[in-house]
T-cell receptor
């Protein structure tokens, strides 16, 4: 079975600081990779995704993530955070082998709580 | 467009009570799932369904039942609530994927915050 590790559980940054959140997964096959975000009081929403091709993917609100296959990593980055980025961030993996409806199963990491201070 | 709708938003139960958390989606998605979110543990899959009449267990299915009689609805039943089931529950749905195609994009409901006393 696959697993996802997020190394930072709580991160506190000042506005304009750079952000990097770590994510590593364990799975022997090819995967689709995701970052989901949960703003305070809201439901989870997709931040960005990697399926194939360019390992550097860009998402909404200036976020990007880099897939490094050799390191089984998919770290999230943002050059300059804003107070509105305060949220919980979840890395997730979906094995590409699955097909049909069951092919949408996600395994989530434990999440990183980001607080951005003014 | 409503997306994924969960009711109720909040619920308090006593130990041993039963209840049903409702989830409905209007996107004609075949795949639906239930997660529970606990501090420091992320989201853990309880049950999922790949279409009407088909359900399967996830990572933490004990104490929960599901059924899928229609494409739109996927209720989660707590048979006899326990304090360990205090959590935030999220329902999510996804369109089907083909072999090697992009899967894993899920649309989440707003969640149900459940307390079991």
């Amino acid at each position: 079975a696959q697993s996802v590790s997020q190394h930072n559980h709580h991160v506190i940054l000042s506005e304009a600081a750079s952000l990097e959140l770590g994510c590593n997964y364990s799975y022997g096959g090819t995967v689709n990779l995701f970052w989901y975000v949960q703003y305070p009081g809201q439901h989870l929403q997709l931040l960005l995704k990697y399926f194939s091709g360019d390992p550097l993917v860009k998402g909404i609100k200036g976020f990007e993530a880099e897939f490094i296959k050799s390191k089984f990593s998919f770290n999230l980055r943002k050059p300059s955070v804003q107070w509105s980025d305060t949220a919980e961030y979840f890395c997730a993996v979906n094995p590409r082998l699955w097909v049909g409806g069951g092919g949408n199963k996600l395994t989530f990491g434990t999440g990183t709580q980001l607080k951005v201070e003014l | 467009n409503a997306g994924v709708t969960q009711t109720p938003k909040f619920q308090v139960l006593k130990t041993g009570q039963s209840m049903t958390l409702q989830c409905a989606q209007d996107m004609n998605h075949e795949y639906m799932s239930w997660y529970r979110q606990d501090p420091g543990m992320g989201l853990r899959l309880i049950h999922y369904s790949v279409g009407a009449g088909i359900t399967d267990q996830g990572e933490v299915p004990n104490g929960y039942n599901v059924s899928r009689s229609t494409t739109e609805d996927f209720p989660l039943r707590l048979l006899s609530a326990a304090p360990s089931q205090t959590s935030v529950y999220f329902c999510a749905s996804s369109p089907p994927r083909a072999r090697g195609g992009p899967g894993g994009i899920q649309y989440f409901g707003a969640g149900t915050r459940l307390s079991v006393l």
